[in-house]
């Protein structure tokens, strides 16, 4: 079975800094998906970036990006000139690849908070 | 990203009584829907899955008889949590799926308050 782990119960960073997210993920698959929801005070889960394993390039959205370590199962969140929006629960995510019935697999979350 | 509705957002009955709670992918077609619990800071717990038109499946530890799921059409699915009980208090959140690859988009949760 597929399992997340997120290591880092939580993290804090000076607003404006940056800041590194860590996963990791155990699978035999070989073709997946990989996700970082967001999950600010109202709980709503917005999903932050996603990576797909067959490329090799990292995924990059604006203020955030990852660094995908396909052979070490690694796949980290890095927060770039941090605001004060972003604190939240983060988690990340796993989905195998191909029918729609497959689910994700979440790690515990990672509570960010950013100090001003 | 989609766009998901959860009616209602937050609701509170007695014990002894059924909760039906809804979900819908307002701009797109979901062939699947994940309903998820939440319990406070934890992660998200699957509950069951169900396809469109087929009964659902569920997680082990989830009762059938309990927590009812009907997904009658690609863009609404419902959510019965029958004779609540106040450790059925928790948030609950629907997902629904295009499927393939698609990224999964989230409802906004319902906060459920069995007294």
């Known amino acids: 079975a597929q399992t997340v782990t997120q ?3 939580e993290m804090s960073v000076q607003e404006a800094e940056t800041v590194t997210l860590s996963c990791t993920y155990d699978t035999s698959e070989s073709d997946y998906y990989l996700f970082w929801y967001k ?4 709980r709503q889960m917005i999903l932050v970036i996603r990576q797909e394993a067959y ?3 990292n995924a990059t959205e604006n203020r955030f990006s990852v660094n995908f370590q396909k052979a070490a199962k690694s796949f980290s969140l890095k927060i770039s000139d941090s605001q004060l ?3 939240a629960m983060y988690f990340c995510a796993y989905r195998r690849s191909g029918g729609s019935n497959y689910k994700l697999t979440f790690g515990k979350g990672t509570l960010l908070t950013v100090n001003p | 990203g989609a766009v998901v509705s959860q009616h ?3 609701v509170i009955c007695k014990s002894g009584t059924s909760v039906k709670i ?4 307002l701009d797109f077609q979901a062939t699947t829907m ?3 619990r939440q319990f406070p800071k934890q992660s998200l717990m699957l509950m069951a899955t169900s396809n ?3 009964k659902a499946t569920y997680e082990q530890g989830v009762e059938k008889d309990k927590f009812l799921i009907n997904h009658a059409s690609l863009t609404l699915s419902t959510l019965t949590v029958t004779s609540a009980h106040p450790e059925d208090s928790s948030f609950y959140i629907c997902s629904p799926s295009k499927g393939g690859g698609e990224t999964q988009y989230f409802g906004p949760g319902t906060r459920l308050l069995v007294l």
Not at chain 1, 39 to 42: A, L, M, N, R, V
């Open chain 1, 7 to 9: 290591s880092q119960p």
């Open chain 1, 39 to 42: 999950q600010p005070p109202s």
């Open chain 1, 55 to 57: 490329k090799q390039q």
């Open chain 1, 85 to 87: 929006g972003d604190a």
């Open chain 2, 8 to 10: 209602p957002s937050r």
């Open chain 2, 22 to 25: 809804e979900c819908r992918s």
């Open chain 2, 34 to 36: 994940f309903w998820y």
């Open chain 2, 52 to 54: 469109e038109g087929s």
